[in-house]
C-alpha cells in the first residue's frame, strides 16, 4: 500500500507509540484521524503531523461498543474512505497475581485491575478491527489492520492481564488475515519491547533496572523504531497475519 492520501486510523494517539505513528505515517503524506479518550488531548500530536494530507481527531472510548460504532461511521463519513487501522490504545493495571508473606496474603490483583485491561487492550481491539472491516468491506477498497502487541504476550511478572491481551490481539491479527483475506484486507501484529514512554517510565525503578540489563542491544527502544514497523506492514503487500517483534533482542 502507498500511504500517500490513504485513510489511517490510530486509537490512543495522544502520546507514546500512537503519537509517533501519526508522526512518521504523515510524513509519508496519510490522512490521519487520531482517536483517544479526549480528542482535546490529542492537539500536540495532531500538531506534530507535519507533512499529512488531512489530520481529524475524535474522542471515544474504544471499550464503548456504541461508541466505537459511531466513531467509525463519523470517520468514514468525514474521510469519505477507510485505508487502515493501527489498534494501538492499551493500558496497564500491574499486579502481582497473589502475594503471600510470612503466611498471610498480602495482595492479589482485583477483578477491577483484570477487567479494565481486558476491556481496552482485547475487547477496544475486537470492537476497532470489527468495524473497521465492516467498512472496509463495504467500500471495496482493501485495507490493513496492525494490533499492537508487546514482548509481554510471552508473559511478564506483574502482568497476568496485560499479558493475556497482547497474545490475544496476536492471535486475532492472525485470525482477521484468515478470515478478511477474501475482501483485500491484510493484518499485522507489532510487538515492542520496553521502550521509551510513559508507560515504561512509570515501572518502580527497580523493575526497569533489571528489564534495562537484560536487553542485549543495552538501551531501551524509541517510539519511532516501533512506528517503523508499522510502516512497513501497510507498505508490504505480501505482509499478512504475522508478528514483527522490535525488542533489542530481548527474550522474557
Ligand atoms: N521480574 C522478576 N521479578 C520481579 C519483576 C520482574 N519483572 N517485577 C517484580 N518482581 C519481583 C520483585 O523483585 C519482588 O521480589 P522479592 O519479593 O523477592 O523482592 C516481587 O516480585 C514483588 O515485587 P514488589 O515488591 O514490587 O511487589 P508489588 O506488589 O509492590 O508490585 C508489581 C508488584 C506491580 C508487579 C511491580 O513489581 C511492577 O510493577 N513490576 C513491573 C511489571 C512490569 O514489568 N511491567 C511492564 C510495564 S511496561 C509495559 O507493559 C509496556 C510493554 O508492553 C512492555
Redesign the pocket.
Known amino acids: 500500500m502507498n500511504i500517500q492520501n490513504k485513510v489511517i486510523v490510530i486509537t490512543g494517539a495522544a502520546r507514546g507509540l500512537g503519537a509517533a505513528m501519526a508522526k512518521r505515517l504523515a510524513a509519508q503524506g496519510a490522512k490521519l484521524a487520531l482517536v483517544d479518550l479526549d480528542a482535546d488531548s490529542m492537539a500536540d500530536a495532531a500538531a506534530a503531523c507535519e507533512g499529512a494530507a488531512d489530520v481529524r481527531t475524535y474522542g471515544a472510548n474504544v471499550a464503548n461498543e456504541d461508541q466505537v460504532v459511531a466513531l467509525f461511521n463519523n470517520i468514514v463519513a468525514d474521510f469519505g474512505s477507510l485505508d487502515g487501522l493501527v489498534n494501538n490504545a492499551g493500558i496497564?493495571r500491574?499486579?502481582?497475581l497473589i502475594?503471600y508473606k510470612d503466611g498471610e496474603l498480602v495482595?492479589k490483583m482485583s477483578l477491577d485491575q483484570w477487567q479494565m485491561v481486558i476491556d481496552v487492550n482485547l475487547t477496544g481491539v475486537f470492537l476497532c478491527g470489527r468495524e473497521a472491516a465492516e467498512h472496509m468491506a463495504r467500500l471495496g477498497n482493501g485495507g490493513v489492520i496492525i494490533n499492537i502487541s508487546?514482548?509481554?504476550r510471552a508473559g511478564?511478572?506483574?502482568?497476568s492481564n496485560?499479558s493475556a491481551t497482547?497474545s490475544g490481539v496476536e492471535a486475532m491479527a492472525v485470525t482477521w488475515a484468515k478470515e478478511l483475506a477474501r475482501y483485500g484486507i491484510r493484518t499485522g501484529a507489532v510487538a515492542?519491547?520496553?521502550?521509551n514512554t510513559e508507560?515504561?517510565a512509570?515501572?518502580?525503578d527497580?523493575?526497569k533496572e533489571?528489564?534495562a540489563g537484560m536487553v542485549p542491544l543495552r538501551r531501551m527502544g524509541e517510539s519511532d523504531e516501533i512506528a517503523q514497523a508499522v510502516q512497513f506492514i501497510f507498505e508490504n503487500d505480501y505482509f499478512s497475519g504475522r508478528l514483527i517483534e522490535v525488542d533489542g533482542a530481548l527474550r522474557l
Do not use: E
Open positions: 496497564t500491574d499486579a502481582l502475594k495482595s508487546s514482548i509481554s511478564n511478572v506483574g502482568q496485560y497482547k515492542p519491547g520496553f521502550i508507560m515504561v512509570a515501572m518502580p527497580s523493575a533489571k528489564i
